[in-house]
């Protein structure tokens, strides 16, 4: 009897396959997550530690990179004694407290407004109108209040005139009317306060959206636990929603204090990067720009950053123990 030839299943043997398939149990999900690693490793880390060994050189970047130098700590020795440096630092404390502040004094009775008095489908646009500034472009928000800020026919200098005119706000304004037109950008007492209104204005909606965000994690059983005692609005916006809103408030500064200490758009738009009269509204962060990549002095302008970051971080650092454990923990 003829049989027909003999067919055998190709493949690896068992073991092979066996150590093939602990294999990929094993390095499989560091191969998928290696792309992330690859692109924080060359993006994220060398910049970084790059920037910490270049605050100890001395280095033009046109010459190349042989042309650094070993300085050790004179770019920061520098610093301390360069009265730019500390002007610039004065400078960007100086904007940070002004357009901080009124940040959030503003954003936490909006957002309660919204939150608690505003109903139905209104709530929604009226939030998103606010946040619309945030993410309008800083160069297009600039070219706006420049043209506000304008002297002979600015926005901002014609209603202080009308108010200084009006009978019943001409004493308010009755000291500033002989003082316009207003130079608010050619002139150094005027500079900081300008930027302080433009940043205020612009990142005051995005803290409203943070704490309305927050007002509706409140239970309503409060309010109507205060109403039904007596509380009045103010009453349970005192004892009730500023309480429970600590931790939506420790963030929202956290942040403020961040992107407040390094503001560079605002600034070197409005005073068209030059900083202004007298270097009125020069901040830390165009300094360091203009030593880094108009003076060609990388070493001092990496070294700037690290001082920087040590000014952010002790800010941060004094927020939170200012804030304590109550600014993590909501009062029950």
Do not use: C
């Not at 493949?11 to 191969?31: S, V």
């Not at 109507?224 to 007596?230: L, N, R, S």
């Not at 030593?291 to 070294?303: H, I, P, V, Y």
Request: charged fraction near 10%; hydrophobic fraction near 50%.
């Amino acid at each position: 009897m003829t049989t027909g030839p003999r067919t055998t299943t190709g493949g690896p043997p068992p073991a092979r396959t066996f150590r093939w398939h602990r294999w990929q149990r094993r390095w499989a999900p560091y191969l998928f997550v290696s792309p992330f690693f690859i692109l924080f490793a060359v993006f994220g880390l060398f910049p970084t530690l790059f920037s910490i060994y270049l605050s100890f050189q001395a280095w033009n970047p046109v010459q190349g990179l042989g042309s650094m130098k070993w300085v050790g700590l004179e770019n920061y020795q520098f610093l301390l004694t360069d009265p730019w440096f500390w002007k610039s630092l004065r400078n960007t404390i100086w904007i940070a407290l002004a357009s901080g502040i009124p940040q959030h004094v503003i954003a936490i009775p909006l957002a309660f407004v919204l939150v608690s008095g505003v109903r139905g489908a209104l709530r929604h646009p009226l939030t998103a109108a606010y946040f619309l500034p945030y993410i309008t472009s800083t160069v297009a928000v600039a070219i706006v209040f420049n043209t506000i800020f304008g002297t002979q026919f600015g926005l901002l200098n014609w209603t202080i005139d009308g108010l200084a005119s009006w009978p019943v706000t001409a004493w308010l304004f009755s000291g500033i009317k002989e003082s316009l037109p207003i130079n608010w950008l050619g002139r150094a007492p005027y500079i900081k306060p300008a930027i302080s209104i433009l940043v205020a204005w612009k990142y005051f909606g995005f803290n409203v959206v943070l704490y309305s965000a927050g007002l509706a994690t409140i239970p309503r059983e409060y309010h109507e636990a205060a109403m039904v005692d007596g509380a009045s609005p103010l009453q349970r916006f005192w004892h009730i929603t500023l309480p429970l809103l600590r931790p939506m408030m420790f963030f929202a500064i956290t942040l403020t204090i961040i992107g407040n200490l390094q503001l560079f758009d605002e600034p070197f738009i409005l005073t068209n990067r030059t900083g202004g009269p007298s270097e009125s509204g020069l901040t830390l962060a165009m300094y360091l720009y203009r030593t880094g990549f108009e003076w060609l002095d990388m070493g001092t302008a990496a070294a700037m950053a690290w001082v920087l970051f040590l000014v952010i971080g002790t800010a941060t650092i004094v927020h939170f123990l200012l804030s304590g454990r109550r600014g993590l923990e909501r009062r029950e």
